[in-house]
C-alpha cells in the first residue's frame, strides 16, 4: 500500500480525522505560546541567555522546551518539572508501602499518583521560577543590560511561568483525551523536532562556507551516518527476546481450556532513556560546583569538559551501570515465575519456581549486557560529533536523549494510528507486520 493511499486512509476515518486536527490545533498552541515573552523582558536583550543556551545542560534544557528556554518565553520552564515529578513519585514507588499500595489499586490509585505528581510539580517550578529568573537577570546583566528583579516582580514572573508549564501540561492531557493520544511525550517531541531543521541548515551553510572542497559531500555523508544511527535507535527501542511459555491444559466438565503456548518479549533496554537520565543528574553535579570554586583544574577540569575523554567515559561507564540497576528494580523475574505459576503456565525445559526465576534473570541479564552498551554509545555520540567536526545543535541530534525520545514517541504515536486503522479493516502502516511500541517496556518517561 502506498503512502498516499495511508494517508487516504488516514482521513477517511472520521474519529481519526478529528483526534488529528485537534492534536494539531494544540500544537500550534503550544508552538505560539513559546515565543511569548515575559512581561517586562526585551527580546532584543536576550542575546546573552541564548549564548549561555548553546551548549551543555542549557541546551537540553532548551531542546526540550522547543527553544522557549533561551527566549524568555513564558513555556520557558516547559514540561521537564512535570516530568521529573513523574520521576520522583516513579521512584517513590519502588521503594516506599505505601506509594506501591496506591500503583496496586488500578485507577483510584493511578488518579491519587497523578494527583500527588501535580502537587509536586507546582514546588518544583516554586523553586526553578526564581531560580531561571535570577540567571536570566544575570545573563543580561553581563550584556550590559537591566532587568528590574524586585520581590514583586520575581513573584508575578514565577507565576506566569508556573502557569506556562501548567498550561503545557493541560495541552498534554488534551492530547491524551482528545487528541491522537501520548500526550505529555508528544510535545516532547515537538519542542525537540522544532530545533532541527535549524540545526540541519546551519550545518549545511557551515559545509558550504568553512570546508575547502567537498562540503556538501561531506553533508551528505553526516546525513546518511544519522540515517543509521536513527535506525539502530530503533532497534534498540523495539528489540526483544521471546521466552516461550506454555500453559497447561484444564479441563472443566466437557471443555478443555489452556495448553496454548505464548511469549513474553524481554526488552533489550527495558530501561528506555532512564539510565541517560540519572548518569547526566550526577555527572553535572561537578559542572555545578565549578561556579563555586575557582578550580578548573584537575578532576573538576575534567568532569566539565562535556567534550573530553574522561567525562564521557565516565558517563559511558556509569550509564551502562544505571541500565542494569534500573533493569533489576523495574523487571523482576521472581514476579513473573509467579504469575506464571499462579496461571499454571512454565517454560519448557524449565522447572517451575527458582530455577525458572535464574533463567529468567540470566536471560535479561545476558540481553541487557549488549543493550546498556549500545545505549551508553548512543548517550556518547552527540560529543563524538561535535569533536570531529559537527555544530553542536546537529551533533545533538546524533544520539542521547533527544534522538531515543523522538525516535520512541514516532513508533508509540504510528503505532495508535495503525491501531485506529485496523480496527476499521483498513491496512497498518507496515505491510510486514505490527509497528512495536514501548508499551512492553519503559516509555520516554
Same mark, same amino acid.
Given at each position: ?153 520575581? $513573584? ?185 505459576? %499462579? ?22 541479564? %545476558? ?7 549500545? $545505549? ?61 511500541? %514501548? ?7
Amino acid at each position: 500500500m502506498g503512502f498516499t493511499q495511508t494517508v487516504k486512509n488516514i482521513w477517511s476515518v472520521e474519529d481519526l480525522r478529528r483526534r488529528l486536527g485537534i492534536t494539531i490545533l494544540l500544537v500550534i498552541i503550544y508552538r505560539f505560546g513559546c515565543y511569548v515573552v515575559l512581561p517586562g523582558i526585551n527580546p532584543n536583550d536576550l542575546a546573552a541567555l541564548k549564548s549561555f543556551t548553546s551548549d551543555g545542560l542549557m541546551q537540553l534544557l532548551d531542546m526540550f522546551s522547543g527553544g522557549a528556554f533561551s527566549q524568555a518565553s513564558i513555556f520557558a520552564l516547559g514540561i521537564m518539572p512535570y516530568i521529573t515529578a513523574s520521576i520522583v513519585i516513579q521512584l517513590l514507588g519502588m521503594v516506599l508501602p505505601a506509594f506501591q499500595k496506591m500503583q496496586r489499586e488500578g485507577e483510584s490509585g493511578r488518579m491519587k499518583l497523578n494527583q500527588y505528581t501535580r502537587y509536586l510539580t507546582v514546588l518544583i517550578l516554586l523553586v526553578q521560577g526564581p531560580a531561571y529568573l535570577l540567571n536570566l537577570k544575570y545573563q543580561v546583566s553581563a550584556a550590559g543590560v537591566s532587568i528590574d528583579m524586585n520581590f514583586w516582580s520575581v $513573584l508575578f514572573m514565577t507565576i506566569v511561568l508556573a502557569a506556562g508549564s501548567m498550561f503545557i501540561m493541560w495541552l498534554g492531557e488534551r492530547i491524551d483525551q482528545k487528541g491522537i493520544g501520548n500526550g505529555i511525550s508528544f510535545i516532547i517531541l515537538i519542542g525537540i523536532m522544532a530545533r532541527f531543521p535549524e540545526a540541519v541548515f546551519q550545518e549545511f551553510t557551515g559545509r558550504l562556507l568553512n570546508s575547502a572542497g567537498g562540503g556538501l559531500v561531506i553533508f551528505l555523508v553526516e546525513l546518511i551516518i544519522l540515517v543509521a544511527v536513527i535506525a539502530g535507535a530503533v532497534l534498540l527501542v523495539q528489540g526483544t527476546r521471546k521466552v516461550p511459555v506454555q500453559y497447561a491444559k484444564r479441563i472443566q466438565g466437557n471443555r478443555q481450556y489452556g495448553g496454548a503456548r505464548q511469549y513474553i518479549p524481554l526488552k533489550v533496554n527495558a530501561a528506555g532513556v532512564m539510565p541517560i537520565i540519572f548518569a547526566q543528574a550526577i555527572m553535572f553535579i561537578p559542572v555545578t560546583m565549578v561556579g563555586f570554586t575557582t578550580n578548573h583544574t584537575g578532576f573538576f577540569g575534567a568532569m566539565t569538559d562535556l567534550y573530553g575523554f574522561w567525562y564521557n567515559l565516565v558517563y559511558f561507564i556509569m550509564i551502562v551501570a544505571f541500565t542494569y540497576f534500573y533493569t533489576a528494580i523495574t523487571v523482576r523475574p521472581a514476579q513473573m515465575a509467579e504469575d506464571m505459576k %499462579r496461571n499454571n503456565g512454565f517454560i519448557p525445559g524449565i522447572k517451575p519456581g527458582k530455577p525458572t526465576v535464574e533463567y529468567l534473570d540470566t536471560i535479561m541479564s %545476558r540481553i541487557t549486557l549488549p543493550g546498556s552498551i549500545f $545505549l551508553g554509545i548512543v548517550a556518547i555520540l552527540p560529543a563524538i560529533a561535535h569533536v570531529i567536526g559537527l555544530n553542536r545543535q546537529f551533533a545533538a541530534f546524533f544520539g542521547g536523549t533527544s534522538l531515543l525520545i523522538m525516535v520512541g514517541v514516532i513508533l508509540d504515536t504510528l503505532r495508535i494510528i495503525e491501531g485506529h486503522l485496523l480496527t476499521r479493516h483498513y491496512e497498518g502502516l507496515m505491510k510486514d507486520g505490527r509497528i512495536k511500541g %514501548r508499551t512492553t517496556g519503559s516509555g520516554a518517561f
